[in-house]
């Protein structure tokens, strides 16, 4: 059996990548990059639908940038296609849209609920996954919704992973290896990452980070009351245009602005960094207001904190809203970049 060659197209209202993926006369499937197959080869290969993300219903808010169609192409004559590999070609496509997009943590989310299906591919897997690594594994282990798991027993075994790894911070951590530069036996991981972001202030940091406690924040409830107004428009225009209904609802939670910044004088945490996002009852009235949506999550902000403490406010935006149904329907992830 000669190489053959796999092309999986993630498609955004603003972009179209291919990627390819060779497999060798042995059958090893490899990432090649990406690629510019001309129109007519892709016409004569075999194209089915890739997988996006979780459910893409499961979430309130979704930016253009990660609505994508993903296609994968097959040869037309491709032999001996494994169960495995076909089920790796259909779901790296949304895994690539991610680094892409520099969202580390929906990058570790996909890690983490599809691993049986990356888990034969590690070595791809590190390699697509390095430009991100560092920052959606701090992500994943300090700003996610699973808190820190158990990524201080891999910390301090800091020995390198096989081919079947499952673990999502396992296999982050072994991509980001190289720039992280781990010290387990002199330094905590959280002053490895104190290091990596103090000894790179010159460069520019841009990633997701989920935010905890915003159900004891004003900001959530605002959710409801916009969803119960936009399902009664919806029911009265959705027969005629339902495209431009929807996008509607997505433009407004698009154009809130957002506001990260430190709270040295919180009783509570002295680290503290809070979120506030523009009130959506506010938007409802009419007017522009912020409403605190909740904070960064303790250990992540003391890491920034110390890391950079002269640091106040930090650029950010309002990145994806739902799409964790095992915690809870508005899970809210902003996008930081400093």
């Keep these: 059996m000669a190489k053959e060659i796999f092309y999986v197209k993630v498609e955004t209202a603003k972009t179209a990548t291919v990627h ?14 990406t690629a510019t197959p001309q129109t007519a080869e892709l016409s004569q290969m075999q194209n089915v639908e890739g997988s996006a993300y979780f459910t893409p219903s499961w979430y309130t808010f979704l930016p253009t940038n990660l609505q994508a169609e993903i296609s994968v192409f097959l040869p037309a004559s491709t032999e001996n296609l494994d169960a495995n590999q076909y089920s790796f070609l ?30 034969n591919f590690t070595p791809i897997l590190l390699h697509i996954l390095k430009p991100v690594a560092a920052e959606a594994l701090f992500a994943f282990v300090y700003g996610g919704f699973r808190g820190e798991s158990n990524f201080q027993r891999i910390y301090a075994n800091n020995a390198p992973i096989s081919t079947g790894e499952t673990d999502a911070a396992a296999i982050l951590f072994a991509a980001a290896r190289d720039t992280l530069k ?14 990596y972001f103090s000894e790179n202030a010159d460069r520019h940091f841009d990633f997701t980070m989920g935010i ?64 506030s996002i523009e009130d959506l009852t506010a938007v409802i009235k009419g007017f522009r207001s912020k409403a605190k949506a909740g904070y960064l999550r303790a250990n992540g902000a003391a890491i920034l904190r110390k890391a950079r403490p002269n640091l106040y406010g930090y650029e950010s935006s309002l990145w994806r809203i739902g799409g964790n149904p095992d915690y809870f329907e508005n899970a809210i992830v902003i996008r930081i970049k400093f």
């Design 20 to 33: 390819a993926f060779s497999r060798s006369e042995t059958g090893i499937l490899d990432y090649a990059g």
């Design 90 to 119: 259909l779901h790296v496509g949304a895994l690539l849209l991610a680094v892409q997009e520099k969202d580390g943590l929906l990058a570790a989310e996909l890690l983490h609920r599809r691993s049986m299906v990356f888990a």
């Design 182 to 195: 781990p010290d387990s036996e002199r330094e905590s991981a959280e002053a490895m990452f104190i290091r």
């Design 212 to 275: 905890v406690g915003a159900s004891n924040h004003p900001w959530l409830a605002g959710i409801d009351r916009f969803k119960d107004l936009s399902n009664s428009a919806a029911g009265f225009h959705f027969a005629s245009a339902p495209d431009a209904v929807g996008q509607k609802y997505q433009d407004v939670f698009a154009s809130l602005k957002t506001k990260v910044q430190a709270e040295p004088y919180n009783p509570h945490d002295h680290n503290a960094i809070s979120v």
